[in-house]
């Protein structure tokens, strides 16, 4: 005798990938339930025979003490799950995660923009910026991190090679690359005012070390930049190099000619004095012997 479940729900207990095929069957009918041996989920036929599946609520809390209670008495609670909890001083939810202690005890912890003084990041996985410590005696060694970006607080060392103990400010950001091909770790420190690039062998010996001063290291200094020399050059009015080269190029020119001239001038005019002198006496002599 055939039995008609048109009516009624029933559940299965099969692969995601077969439930398509079970439909086409006529094993699986709509209203039925699927729970999915891989994926532990429930998929849920509708009456078009489409698959749907039910996703897990996120349960919903009003303090944080009623939350980890409740989850502690639940059978279903997991590490990595996600709740909610009202905020009283926002009348909000804000998102939580449960994590569970050393004994054993569920606890959750805020992840919500409302609560982001109270995420402690270096208990943040997969952080973009690793933050490490170091002193004057027990110094952070650069060339033993890993490759990454760093902010150090406090002390530390580019390599053995280098003696030099450094001090980190509040916003150094350090850059480490180990290079697999040359075996050499490549080092660049940021700070607010220059940037520093090191290249170190396997040994700890620097190859090579270049700084780069930024705009603001320049003009805390005191140093003055091409456009600052024009500008103030502009201000006093006064004539650029080029301007004075022709300048003098053209007092010499016409210093030249006028010395020229004057020389000529005197040299012509004694000349002819003396070519005119010479010619009266002559003139004057052959006068005398027309006379007799």
Request: hydrophobic letters at 35%.
């Amino acid at each position: 005798m055939a039995y008609d479940y048109t009516n009624h729900s029933r559940f299965f207990y099969a692969s995601s990938r077969e439930i398509e095929d079970y439909i086409n069957q006529g094993v699986v009918n709509k209203w039925d339930l699927v729970l999915c041996q891989d994926t532990k989920e429930f998929m849920l036929i509708t009456d078009k025979l489409e698959m749907v599946p039910i996703k897990s609520k996120v349960y919903r809390y009003t303090t944080v003490a009623e939350a980890e209670a409740a989850l502690n008495d639940a059978s279903d609670t997991y590490q990595g799950q996600m709740v909610s909890i009202l905020s009283l001083a926002t009348g909000s939810y804000q998102a939580y995660i449960v994590n569970k202690n050393n004994a054993g005890r569920f606890y959750v912890s805020p992840i919500s923009v409302y609560n982001a003084s109270d995420i402690d990041y270096n208990e943040i996985g997969h952080r973009p910026i690793e933050q490490i410590s170091g002193n004057i005696e027990n110094p952070v060694m650069l060339t033993d991190l890993s490759d990454g970006l760093y902010k150090i607080e406090g002390a530390y060392k580019v390599s053995t090679g280098l003696k030099t103990i450094f001090q980190t400010r509040n916003g150094d950001i350090i850059s480490v690359t180990h290079e697999n091909e040359t075996g050499n770790t490549a080092i660049k420190v940021i700070t607010s005012s220059s940037i520093t690039d090191y290249l170190i062998d396997n040994t700890g010996g620097v190859i090579d070390r270049g700084t780069y001063i930024t705009k603001e290291w320049i003009e805390r200094q005191g140093y003055m930049t091409s456009d600052d020399m024009d500008a103030k050059l502009d201000a006093l009015n006064v004539i650029t190099r080029d301007e004075a080269v022709s300048y003098i190029q053209e007092l010499i020119r016409e210093s030249v000619e006028q010395t020229v001239n004057d020389v000529f001038d005197d040299t012509f005019n004694e000349r002819f004095d003396t070519r005119l002198r010479q010619q009266l006496v002559m003139e004057e002599q052959q006068n005398i012997r027309n006379l007799f």
